[in-house]
């Protein structure tokens, strides 16, 4: 038995005493009995393809790939396997001071050729993606599909340099009509545009013939016009039958607002000036 496993029993009957030159404690039988760690020697972190470390993009060229590149990057496994199946936003994180984000974006994420961030934006951080009106798939991943409008900076996260040049592009793309967007709805007068005469008229130009109209109430349509006499039918054809428009402005009504009245508008700090002149001058008065 070595004098370790007899510290215990020697310091039950001399208390918490030296013993042979040692202090006999409850942390001290710890440390002895136990073997202590080495907290030098560290595991190898073992890499796994599912983990992703963030690089650090600061300080390195930018340089952006063509639009061939881009469409043909867009469809390839690389791509598939990169963003699996999402959006090129999905997956982004932006890094921000303080607890809240701000509500807009960096400028910019390149300058002069170079990241000027560490955590550049979806699209500046991938050198194949590039915005175009041609560019439809890549396009469609930031307008929202049920309300054909682009998602805020707030929801992709990317610079307001790219989300300049993803608005031109949208636009673009919807005025060639290769994507879908909402038209405006609007509400025309067709009287100003398709100018028929009446009934009555075609009847009196009809008993010329010795033919009238079969059904008075019945809309006169392409068919019945069709069907009337040639000289009758040049006779509305010279009466502006045809749809035209009309050139006219509007006028803007006038609208006068009469701003509202306040009277004694400073009365109340007229009154407070006075109270303290007269502060002052009994301060004054009780000096005296």
């Not at 960096?106 to 009106?133: A, Q, T």
């Not at 079969?214 to 502006?240: F, M, R």
């Given at each position: 038995m070595s004098i370790l496993s007899k510290a215990p029993l020697i310091s039950k009957f001399f208390g918490q005493k030296h013993v042979f030159g040692i202090h006999v404690?409850?942390?001290?039988?710890?440390?002895?009995?136990?073997?202590?760690?080495?907290?030098?020697?560290?595991?190898?972190?073992?890499?796994?393809p599912h983990t992703n470390i963030r690089k650090n993009y600061k300080g390195k060229p930018y340089k952006q790939a063509d639009l061939a590149t881009s469409i043909e990057y867009f469809n390839s496994d690389v791509f598939r396997n990169t963003y699996k199946g999402k959006p090129v936003w999905f997956h982004y994180r932006r890094n921000y001071k303080g607890h809240f984000p701000s509500s807009v974006t960096?400028?910019?994420?390149?300058?002069?050729?170079?990241?000027?961030?560490?955590?550049?934006?979806?699209?500046?951080?991938?050198?194949?993606?590039?915005?175009?009106?041609?560019?439809?798939?890549l396009l469609k991943q930031f307008i929202n599909p049920d309300t054909l409008e682009i998602f805020p900076l707030s929801k992709t996260g990317i610079c307001r340099h790219q989300y300049k040049i993803l608005q031109l592009e949208v636009e673009k793309a919807s005025d060639l009509g290769l994507i879908q967007t909402w038209l405006p709805f609007y509400l025309y007068n067709y009287h100003d545009y398709y100018d028929?005469?009446?009934?009555?008229?075609?009847?009196?130009?009809?008993?010329?013939?010795?033919?009238?109209?079969?059904?008075?109430?019945?809309?006169?349509?392409?068919?019945?016009?069709?069907?009337?006499?040639?000289?009758?039918?040049?006779?509305?054809?010279?009466?502006?039958?045809i749809p035209h428009t009309t050139e006219f402005t509007i006028q803007?009504?006038?609208?006068?607002?009469?701003?509202?009245?306040?009277?004694?508008?400073?009365?109340?700090?007229?009154?407070?000036?006075?109270?303290?002149?007269?502060?002052?001058?009994?301060?004054s008065f009780i000096l005296n």
């Open positions: 404690t409850p942390l001290f039988y710890h440390f002895c009995t136990n073997s202590v760690p080495n907290y030098d020697i560290q595991e190898p972190i073992k890499e796994s960096r400028k910019n994420c390149v300058h002069f050729g170079k990241y000027v961030s560490s955590n550049p934006c979806p699209i500046c951080r991938d050198e194949y993606l590039v915005l175009s009106h041609r560019h439809i798939e028929y005469l009446p009934k009555d008229q075609l009847n009196e130009l009809l008993k010329i013939n010795n033919s009238h109209l079969t059904h008075q109430n019945a809309v006169i349509s392409s068919n019945d016009i069709a069907s009337l006499p040639l000289d009758i039918q040049e006779i509305l054809k010279t009466n502006q039958s803007l009504p006038e609208i006068n607002i009469d701003r509202p009245k306040v009277n004694k508008r400073y009365q109340m700090e007229e009154d407070y000036k006075a109270l303290l002149m007269r502060r002052r001058r009994s301060r």
